[in-house]
């Protein structure tokens, strides 16, 4: 696997054409199960690969369970610089029921040392959305776990996976099922909570304080381009070195043993590639961006696409002047973002203006050629970043 890793990381990277990396994420599963010498050899073949700057934010994903001291020591002298800690709940039955197993104890635990070892960069996660979980309870482990935490918290609402314990409970009525509307508060409250203690909502699911937002979620929300390593990873380049122009979704082949095969055969384990079109690009960039605080600005979106404008696409949507009114969406000279009550209900206000850029797109003037004095046309200017 360790082999394997490398050798995708470093065909890829090539492939990419990237001249510099500005963070990596070990995530998905469980990686802190894996040796630090397995996350030491990944990261010197990116940095033997391309430029690693010594500052770059390297974050691992870690479980309480598989993150005792001594790990976490070793793995911050593999190179990692930022941990992040699925705790999930403060309460041991929800966290029987999630199927974790950690204890309380025992995340708070690895907390302390992560903190110790990895200050002002450890990040925690909790979930909500619990089946038969009440607000004000939850409430509490969000305040009591505020006291206990660092600069970075995220909070995300539970999705019932198939295939797992607590959809089959749910689904056979052992449980009940999730209530939309006590999530919904415990969202909205939580967020108050965070606020409240100085932290910045800086994405729908994001929180931080004293500067502390991820450098790789970051990138997600802006449309950067991202390479992925590993069985079932994602991933959004242009192959640069492979001839290609256009930015290409990719992922990786899900079963590892399959995907250690084509690794060892064809340096990579792709298992799909699409060309994005320049509309699919605008449509992520427009999904993305708006999960943010800071949305879209004017500027950004001119760098996906510089002949049509967030005027030209939105300035003029009976849509857009509907949900300004209702104090959900801003459009003016910083761009586009939605406001604080905006971004709790993001997924009805994002169907509306996915629409109307589809609509926009469709009926929009069509290019006119520009002729210089010499008679030939202008060149084309092709702006690409280097970074990943």
Known sequence: MRRCLVKEATTLLKLSGVQRIDSVFFGGGTPSLASPHTVASVLEAVAQTTHLPAKAEVTLEANPTSSQSSRLAAFRGAGINRLSIGIQSLDDTELQLLGRTHS?????????????????????????????????????????????????????????????????????????????EAAAEMYEDGREVLREAGFRQYEVSNFARNE????????????????????????????????????????????????????????????????????????????????????????????????????????????VRELQSQGLLLLDHRGLRCSWEGLAVLDTVLLRLLLQLQNSWENRPSPTLKITKSGAPPKEEIHASGDL
């Not at 990895?118 to 979930?127: A, E, F, K, M, N």
């Not at 409430?139 to 295939?163: A, I, K, N």
């Open 212 to 319: 502390a937002v991820s450098t790789h979620n970051w990138n997600y929300w802006q449309g950067g381009q991202y390479i992925g390593v590993g069985p079932g990873a994602h991933g959004r380049f242009v192959p640069h070195g492979d001839g290609g122009i256009l930015r290409e979704a990719r992922i990786q082949t899900l079963e590892p043993d399959n995907w250690m095969k084509e690794v060892s055969m064809f340096g990579h384990g792709t298992r799909k590639r699409v060309s994005l079109s320049k509309l699919e690009l605008l449509e992520e960039l427009l999904a993305l961006g708006l999960r943010t605080d800071v949305g879209i600005t004017h500027q950004h979106w001119l760098q996906f696409e510089p002949h049509f404008s967030l005027w030209n696409v939105f300035g003029e949507s009976e849509e």
């Open 104 to 180: 309380v104890s025992e995340a708070l635990e690895t907390l302390e040392e992560a903190r110790h070892l990895y200050p002002g960069r450890t990040s925690v996660d909790l979930i909500f959305g619990l089946p038969a979980q009440q607000v004000e309870p939850w409430l509490r482990q969000l305040q009591e776990l505020l006291s206990l935490c660092d600069d970075h918290v995220s909070l995300y609402q539970l999705t019932l996976e198939r295939g797992t314990l607590l959809f089959a409970q749910v689904q056979r009525g052992i449980l009940p099922s999730p209530d939309p």
